[in-house]
């Protein structure tokens, strides 16, 4: 909530509190629909391969919703901005829901559109209500405290996440019909709305209302003077793009190159979770010890391993080799997401951190998000293309080696060049 002046250190702290009972219930909510029951949903409706390829890149193309984000928080403040989204987006998880009584009922394309627009809403409602969450974070902590509080809510969104996909795992066990992915998609839901009462109760000074006000364009050029800034733009980009060409493929291989069943997929899943988890209290430790840059770039090399893993996976499956590319999914998620909110914040002044969150998720966002949208699509239609073999394996091991061709090609060098700060260790 909106407060009068600069906050006191308990209003800080008061917040902080707020923040990580938040994150609690949101990881809860969030693998109640998230990338892995939306992809297990669109399965059950018989969605074709390049539809649900489509489907990993709404986390970013969402971002075009961004504006708005803009435009409520220089009214209501960014706490209580991400509150009203946070109801929104539980609402367009509903609509998802929706798509399985249109399918029981035979309307199939009407199903598959209920899906993507609400996977649409869902994540641009997402995207629209955290657009200030950096600045509100440097707004309750101070430096010192930053990292810690970053790695606690990080864990705490892991660990609630890993519970989540635990029942979520043990239910389909007695029961993988649609229905009972809608169910759980209900019960995400109000877990949802619950988590966005939590978070109107976190203070802010006028500061970030204030910013918002601000006319983008003349703060857009500014920024792009900063070197740092086009530097972090450059490499958020190459890893935002290859997220979404390489991990939702990784649960449609499972599902159909691999015949895992839903119950085995999410297991998976778990073990990715449980490896943030334990990686999020660690996160600080290793930028301490690493580097923001450093620890950026191993997570994309993380990210990138788990090419190798799908192309080189033996015929006749085998789970313990198929746990390695979620091992790596969850490495690399947690430890960049970390490096990259301190390099953000460290990069750019307080004044400044409103417009670089919106022009930020505008570029590596929604911009980076249409390009891995064509290119994963893109990549699964040529592999189509190339494939003649009756194994359905074949064809997601063809995909992997396109997807890592053209990673290689042009995802590798903005991170491995990612702009040092002054001191940064640079070899250890």
């Keep these: 909530m909106l407060r009068p002046g600069p906050l006191t250190r308990e209003q800080q702290l008061r ?15 969030y693998m109640c629909l998230g990338e892995t029951v939306i992809i297990l949903f669109a399965v059950k409706i018989d969605m074709p391969n390049v539809l649900i390829a489509m489907l990993g890149s709404m986390v970013y193309v969402g971002y075009l919703l961004l504006p708005l984000g803009k435009w409520v928080t220089a009214r209501v403040g960014a706490a209580q901005s991400q509150s009203i989204f946070w109801v929104l987006r539980n609402l ?61 809510n990080s864990s705490a ?113 778990l073990l990715q979770f449980a490896i943030g988890a334990v990686m999020s209290r660690f996160a600080a430790r290793l930028v301490n010890y690493f580097g923001i840059c450093r620890v950026i770039i191993i997570g994309y090399i993380m990210l990138l391993l788990q090419c190798f893993c799908w192309i080189f996976m033996p015929p006749a499956y085998c789970w313990q080799l198929a746990a390695v590319p979620f091992f790596l999914a969850g490495f690399s998620s947690v430890a960049v997401g970390n490096a990259s909110a301190q390099y953000f914040l460290r990069a750019l002044p307080v004044r400044h951190q409103v417009a670089a969150s919106i022009f930020s998720a505008l570029i590596h966002g929604a911009g980076a998000g249409f390009v891995g949208l064509m290119l994963a699509s893109g990549t699964m239609k040529l592999a189509q293309m190339l494939t003649d073999s009756p194994e359905p394996y074949t064809l997601f091991r063809v995909y992997f080696v396109l997807a890592f061709v053209f990673l290689m090609a042009g995802g590798v060098y903005p991170v491995l060049h990612i702009k040092r700060f002054v001191g940064e260790p640079r070899n250890r």
């Design 15 to 29: 917040s902080q509190r707020h923040w990580l009972h938040f994150n609690l219930l949101n990881g809860f909510s």
């Design 92 to 152: 367009a998880a509903l609509l998802v829901s929706t798509a399985a009584p249109l399918f029981y009922f035979g309307q199939q394309n009407l199903a598959m559109a209920a899906v993507l627009l609400g996977a649409f809403g869902f994540y641009g409602f997402r995207g629209a209500g955290c657009v200030m969450a950096n600045p509100l974070i440097g707004e309750i902590t101070t430096e010192n405290e930053r990292a810690r509080m970053l790695a606690n």
């Design 157 to 269: 969104f892991q660990l609630t996440a890993f519970l989540a996909l635990l029942m979520v795992s043990l239910i389909l066990n007695f029961n993988q019909s649609l229905w009972m992915l809608f169910c759980v998609i209900l019960v995400g839901s109000v877990c949802g709305f619950t988590s966005s009462r939590v978070f109107a109760k976190i203070d802010e000074s006028p500061a970030i209302s204030d910013s918002a006000r601000r006319p983008l364009l003349p703060e857009f050029i500014h920024l792009w003077r900063n070197s740092h800034y086009r530097s972090y733009l450059k490499a958020q980009c190459s890893y935002a793009i290859s997220t979404i060409i390489i991990c939702p493929m990784g649960m449609l291989t499972l599902k159909r190159g691999c015949g895992v069943s839903d119950t085995g997929a999410l297991l998976f899943i």
